[in-house]
């Protein structure tokens, strides 16, 4: 299990939990385990397999690709039909009931797997979850609050809190997926603002603007992302026999001369500089 806390001891921490079964099973929220004082609302994300909740006088089924949204605060029983895998996130109620006003009816009615929020809530805790550097306790407070929003988004939301979580938490799920694919295709795919649209659905305008929104310009991400591939392999001995220009070509430069320009202004020293200091710490 996964914990982002926005605050110390505010108890609006947001708990993420991937769950596989290999088989069918029945679980159970009698009366007394009601006990353990959580309300916590649980948005409960269906990756494979069928899930089957029965709680407040209500049945529903969320099939893979649907997400159905549960109470901690009620009696509940939760069957999972075969294979499954799910995404289960908990979060405190006066939170998500703040943003969503909806949410206490929107008690065991799935989301429906044709929400364009549920891919971008599902990629961004994928990616956050691998990062080490979102332990920084500003950073995962920030990271709290787009999951929420997300979430919040997911469930129904108010037209005002709608835009508000829409300014936080849907812009940098879609910064990170940009960012993510920008990474992947750096070296093998076109990571231009119109291809990058095209993959993801909006329009080139639109990817520069979620860029803009942090300070930076595509382009310079880009060339950012660029410059660190090359500067990695310079200072790794696998890479030792090849030359610099096979390095830059292949972190997507097409000049050399560019390149070199690029790199002093950003390290401080030439490629060839900084490769023989590396040489010479190694021996």
Not at 148 to 158: E, K, N
Not at 160 to 184: T, V, W
Not at 194 to 202: D, E, F, N
Not at 256 to 270: A, I, V
Request: proline share 5%.
């Amino acid at each position: 299990m996964r914990i982002w806390t926005p605050g110390p001891g505010d108890g609006c921490a947001v708990r993420v939990q991937r769950v596989t079964l290999s088989h069918s099973i029945e679980t159970h929220r009698p009366r007394e385990l009601l006990s353990d004082g959580s309300d916590d609302l649980v948005l409960n994300i269906q990756e494979d397999g069928d899930t089957c909740v029965s709680q407040c006088g209500m049945q529903a089924t969320a099939a893979a690709g649907a997400a159905i949204l549960t109470s901690n605060a009620d009696v509940s029983t939760i069957a999972f039909r075969g294979p499954v895998k799910f995404t289960s996130i908990a979060l405190p109620r006066r939170v998500i009931t703040a943003l969503a006003p909806g949410a206490e009816d929107a008690i065991v009615k799935p989301a429906p797997a044709a929400s364009a929020v549920l891919p971008l809530l599902t990629n961004y805790l994928a990616v956050t979850e691998e990062q080490s550097a979102l332990q920084s306790p500003d950073i995962a407070r920030a990271v709290a609050t787009h999951i929420q929003d997300l979430c919040a988004l997911a469930i129904g939301v108010s037209r005002e809190a709608a835009e508000i979580a829409k300014g936080r938490g849907l812009r940098q799920a879609r910064l990170r997926m940009l960012k993510d694919d920008i990474a992947s295709n750096l070296t093998r795919g076109p990571v231009t603002a119109a291809a990058l649209a095209q993959r993801h659905r909006m329009t080139p305008r639109y990817v520069h603007k979620l860029f803009e929104g942090e300070g930076v310009s595509l382009s310079h991400f880009v060339r950012a992302q660029r410059l660190a591939r090359v500067h990695r392999n310079l200072t790794n001995p696998v890479h030792s026999g090849r030359t610099i220009g096979e390095l830059a070509f292949d972190a997507g430069y097409g000049d050399l001369s560019t390149f070199n320009h690029d790199f002093r202004r950003c390290y401080g020293m030439t490629p060839s500089a900084l490769r023989a200091a590396t040489r010479r710490d190694d021996r």
